[in-house]
């Protein structure tokens, strides 16, 4: 089981840059799929960013491609979510997942299903973050 602590959200202006960033306990974090996810008020939990054990693979969203990035440092125990180019519409709280599922996996349930948020078994609380225009 993992364990996680999510922080670094806030408050920016439209076409500006936050770095999250995601602590976890558990002497298997390495051996996990981590990801981030996003839920704004009203709406439903939303796939942002998955990266397998190793870093080596990386998977986005269409609507953060090019705009956000997803790190891990395993000596660390920690992952990242560096965003740039924000936008109103990224406002949410962000919130860290993982899984001891293989990446692929993984990528198998969120882009098949309608709920992406399956392919997912340990969750942290989130932190806020707020784009404004």
């Known amino acids: 089981q993992v364990h996680m602590v999510e922080s670094g959200g806030g408050l920016v202006q439209a076409g500006g840059s936050l770095r999250l960033s995601c602590a976890a306990s558990?002497?298997?974090?390495?051996?996990?799929?981590m990801g981030w996810f996003r839920q704004a008020p009203g709406k439903e939990r939303e796939f942002v960013a998955l990266?397998?054990?190793?870093?080596?693979?990386?998977y986005y969203a269409d609507s953060v491609k090019g705009r956000f990035t997803i790190s891990r440092d395993n000596a660390k125990n920690t992952v990242y979510l560096q965003m740039n180019s924000l936008k109103p519409e990224d406002t949410a709280v962000y919130i860290c997942?993982?899984?001891?599922?293989?990446?692929?996996?993984?990528?198998?349930?969120?882009?098949?299903?309608?709920?992406?948020?399956?392919?997912?078994?340990?969750w942290g609380k989130g932190t806020p973050v707020t784009v404004s225009s």
């Open positions: 990266i397998s054990w190793s870093g080596g693979n990386t």
């Open positions: 558990g002497r298997t974090f390495s051996t996990y799929t």
């Open positions: 997942a993982a899984t001891a599922a293989p990446f692929e996996n993984s990528i198998l349930v969120i882009t098949t299903t309608s709920a992406a948020y399956n392919a997912m078994n340990y």
